[in-house]
């Protein structure tokens, strides 16, 4: 290349374009890149390039030093500084250079440095050359842009070469702080997924279980070394392995494993094994994303699930039948039984680890309840017990037993004389409101679908307490409770625990109008906890094992009793109100709110907006944000502009 001599008016000279010396630069990096990354073999390729590559960047730095050396002034303070960019790029290809096989083993043995040393440097060397090669090579493109358009000027603004050389260092910092994250996140594998559809992550509940164990609990995870569900499981469980040191996660290829797989009832890859003790739980996955999708999504819910049915004491609930009570396998007991079935309530009483049981005249509730109860449920009935079976239900409660009744103003039955020797009463008048109700037919008939937030402070609605802000029970045709007094109900220890919105009234007449004989408004009791200590030693209460003692020690009777047929039905449990009213109270009745764990469905919920919502983010998206960033950028140049003018005037 011809050497051109220049002059400016401050009489500084210079030799080379600044494109002269930067075109080799960068060509001479890129070669060495191909040299190292894409050519690799044959070897004299390989040296070749980088060969090439060296000296195109010796001769850009010879020529941006000759340069220097002949410029003044501000000129000779620019070229400096894009020499020393060059140069720190440079040292990076070094840096780069020390991690080579031949120069490594020679800078080892040098340095005296042991195995676990040595791979630790060169780890730290692996990370720190990118950073300083962009911390190197986009400021001096910078300044070479900004140093490009003044090549002609009489004077050189040294500030603007320095301010665009820090907007380049700027970008290449924040480059490499994304490349440091993602060095991190690779190393540490934390993962955060928002898609609908996710794989659920353990909830509070989870940890909490997991935290109280005392002996070894063990997840295997059946899958070969590479998979892609295998990935999404493990970091779940992982995140459950931190909490305790019990808690065990292990991955098993069941081709590589055969006799262990075989013992624990595995027969392929894609299964997932809990193991505590003698007693094991197998679940089936898939080995695909689309075949596991749908229980990845419940993750967290089948491990309470597993977690309870392993870890926790085996109970038994019974349900009355032979009454007209609802079923709980299909929907209504018969054809002539359009009343929406229990298959939420069952599937949430076997999660807490209950086995169910039916309990009628051919089980033997005409003599007695078996000793294996640890729950009765009789809900909805429409007819009436025998006498010997109203007896056994009075001797089960007597002797400590839990019960839950459920009663309706649509049926009758002679279930609901039993409680008032408990010191409840059921009022069979449908309660109706024209104010707080859901709508479903858009007719009158609606005022009976009521709904409320107002629970008490008692156990059995801890969670709708601490929530009523956002949770309220949906009662379809609901009837009322009160308290009695005499007989055992002066012992008894009765609470309401869930009370109707204001200007409700009873519809005796059942015109769904407020105003008749009789119908006046006011707020009535929807729901009633009742407790009563029983005489009988701890000891036989223990051994009949029905329900634990009560606080203080001593054994008790708990019941709850429910005014509305509907409100543990599958039309209704779905809403979050309704299955915590289910929740909390099966966790008071067998008194173990410690164990239990509150399993809810780990599937995902689309994010919903009303259409008033909707308006608003279309106009926020569309109009707000672009503002923001259109004011945000407009005084950022203000103040810019300020700060400029500050400094020409002094």
């Known amino acids: 290349m011809a050497i051109e001599s220049k002059k400016s008016d401050s009489g500084s000279a210079w030799l080379f374009p600044g494109a002269a010396c930067t075109v080799p630069y960068l060509a001479g990096m890129v070669l060495v890149f191909a040299g190292e990354r894409l050519v690799g073999t044959p070897q004299a390729a390989r040296l070749a390039l980088d060969a090439a590559g060296a000296a195109a960047i010796l001769w850009a730095l010879a020529a941006r030093a000759a340069n220097w050396l002949r410029t003044e002034g501000e000129r000779r303070s620019v070229e400096g500084r ?93 480059l490499a702080s994304l490349f440091l994250i993602n060095y991190a996140a690779q190393g540490h594998n934390r993962r955060w997924d928002l898609s609908l559809g996710r794989t659920s992550s353990p909830g509070e509940e989870a940890g909490r279980l997991v935290s109280g164990l005392k002996d070894s609990f063990e997840v295997l995870l059946f899958y070969p070394d590479v998979n892609e569900v295998k990935e999404e499981l493990a970091g779940y469980f992982e995140g459950l392995k931190r909490v305790s040191k019990q808690f065990q996660v292990r991955s098993v290829d069941q081709v590589l494993e055969p006799k262990l797989a075989k013992e624990l009832g595995v027969n392929q ?41 392993l870890v926790s004491t085996r109970k038994v609930a019974y349900f009355t039948v032979g009454h007209g009570e609802r079923s709980y396998e299909q929907f209504g007991a018969s054809e002539k039984d359009p009343r929406a079935p229990l298959k939420g309530l069952r599937s949430v009483l076997k999660g807490q680890n209950f086995e169910l049981k039916i309990l009628g005249v051919g089980q033997g509730l005409a003599s007695e309840v078996p000793d294996d109860a640890s729950l009765v449920l009789v809900v909805d009935p429409g007819g ?56 479903a037919s858009y007719s009158k008939a609606d005022r ?34 009160e308290k009695t007094e005499g007989g055992k109900g002066a012992k008894s220890r009765v609470e309401m625990t869930l009370r109707s919105m204001p200007e409700t009234w009873r519809d005796d007449n059942r015109d769904f109008e407020a105003g008749g004989p009789g119908e006046a408004k006011g707020n ?64 008071w009745l067998v008194g173990e709110q410690k164990e239990l764990g509150t399993i809810l469905p780990g599937q995902d919920v689309r994010i919903q907006h009303t259409k008033k919502e909707d308006v608003w983010w279309f106009y926020g998206t569309v109009f707000a944000v672009p503002l923001l960033v259109l004011g945000a950028g407009l005084g950022y140049l203000r103040l810019r502009t300020r700060r400029r003018q500050g400094n020409r005037s002094k």
């Open 82 to 174: 894009i020499l020393v960019s060059y140069a720190v790029g440079a040292v990076s290809l070094l840096l780069y250079a020390l991690q080579a096989d031949p120069i490594w083993k020679k800078s080892q043995a040098l340095l005296g440095l042991e195995k676990g040393q040595a791979e630790r440097v060169r780890t730290a060397l692996g990370v720190v050359w990118p950073v300083v090669w962009a911390s190197a090579v986009l400021p001096m493109l910078f300044m070479e842009v900004s140093y490009a358009s003044m090549a002609r000027a009489p004077r050189i603004e040294k500030r603007r070469v320095a301010y665009s050389a820090a907007s380049g260092l700027t970008i290449a910092w924040v």
């Open 269 to 309: 890859n894609g299964s997932v094994v809990f193991r505590y003790g003698d007693r094991k739980a197998v679940v089936r996955f898939g080995l695909t994303a689309a075949e596991a999708r749908s229980q990845l999504a419940k993750l967290d819910q089948i491990f309470q699930e597993k977690f309870l049915e």
């Open 384 to 439: 009436d017990f025998l006498p010997g079976e109203i007896e056994s239900l009075r001797r089960y409660l007597d002797r400590g037993g839990r019960m839950w009744v459920v009663l309706d103003p649509d049926r009758r039955s002679n279930v609901a004389d039993l409680l008032p020797e408990y010191g409840v009463r059921f009022v069979g008048a449908p309660l109706a409101n024209d104010t707080h109700y859901v709508r």
């Open 448 to 481: 009976y679908n009521l709904y409320t937030n107002r629970p008490t402070s008692h156990e059995s609605v801890r969670t709708l307490s601490n929530n009523s802000a956002r949770l309220a029970v949906i009662l379809l045709g609901a009837g009322s409770l």
């Open 524 to 587: 009535f009791d929807l729901c009633a906890a009742v407790s009563l200590p029983v005489g009988e030693p701890e000891g036989q209460l223990a051994e009949r094992k029905e329900g634990p003692p009560s606080k203080d020690g001593k054994p008790e009777m708990r019941m709850i009793v429910l005014a509305d047929g509907d409100a543990l039905s599958d039309q209704v449990i779905a809403n979050l109100g309704n299955y915590y009213l289910l929740e909390d109270g099966l966790k």
